[in-house]
């Protein structure tokens, strides 16, 4: 029997970051239910245990959802821990069996993802609170469908919410699952804002590529080069302009580094050397298909630019390296943002984005 300081937790997804979470929270006493959009990716955990390696090691056992109307049924929070590009198709299935009162923890929340579900519940008339997370709490690999290596839990982890006034709300029950380290943010869009993976990930994997064409083993922080740094500095600083003109504030990529990993170094170049003496990697990417470009393209790099066309600011290298992305995989990334359209942001101004958060 659940407790009542414990949560029923449902967790969209069997990736990584859903099954170090899955292992986190069982681990901390939470029940955890997965399900496997995808069809296949837990039914090994409906015999086995889920074993994790890393900074937590445990081995837990966790429950197995048939589809999203088991899922929502059998929990109290529910969690997204999948790429962003199944996000809109994840919670179009969940969305008729979502009941009132329940929160959706959306971990990690890109192109405003967690609007559209808000949107969308509140046209179905429920009253749901979604949480955002900008970045994952944990980083992980899964090395099979019954084992992963976590590898951080993230020290400091912003949380926003929608409805806004339920922010505290949000942290208080992140805290509950996962531990301290949390801190609300002032909107969903400052979440989103808030990650650099789009920024750090899109010039290493531009300018790595045919180590990913070759499957070559690269240690990316190793390969953050001083240019690549460069790039990744210009593009970061075109993401703190695109958020200064909606009103948001945000620190420098160091920061980010500084924040979630204790580095001490000023400049991002010799934050990337002291990461790779530190940590001895991590592996760069190996294959062409990985969530550097089919991701952190379409829902990071082309957001920014998208919200850079909205509020008038020049997005010159985000741009270059989006455009760049798309030559050699023959793939308009752009056109692979499903959520663009949907909340209608190509039309949006800056007063009426803002007011729909």
Known sequence: MIEASTYRV??????AIALASAAWLRQAG?????WSPGGQGAEALRTQPLEAGGVQPCTVTVEVADDAARLCHASDVLMLALPVNGHKLVMDALLPFLRDGQTVIVSSMASLSSLYLHEAARRA???????????TVLTARRE?????RVMTRRKAVGVSAL???NVAQAVALCTALFGDGFFPQDSVLASALANVNPQSHGPLAVFNWTRIERAESWPQYHCMTPGVSRAIEALDLERRAVAKA???ALGPVEEHFARSFGTASARLE????????????PPGPVRTDTRYVTEDMPYGLAFVEALGQIAGVPTPATRTIVDAASLVNGIDFRAQNDLLAPLGLRSENVAGLLARL
């Open 125 to 135: 008339g429920k009253q749901l609170t979604v949480a955002s997370f900008g970045t």
């Open 246 to 248: 909606f009103g948001i």
């Open 163 to 165: 409805p806004g006034v």
């Open 10 to 15: 449902g967790i969209a997804g069997t990736g």
């Open 30 to 34: 939470h029940g955890v239910t997965l």
């Open 144 to 148: 099979s469908g019954t084992q992963v």
């Open 270 to 281: 010799d934050i990337a050397a002291e990461l790779h003496a530190k940590r001895g990697g």
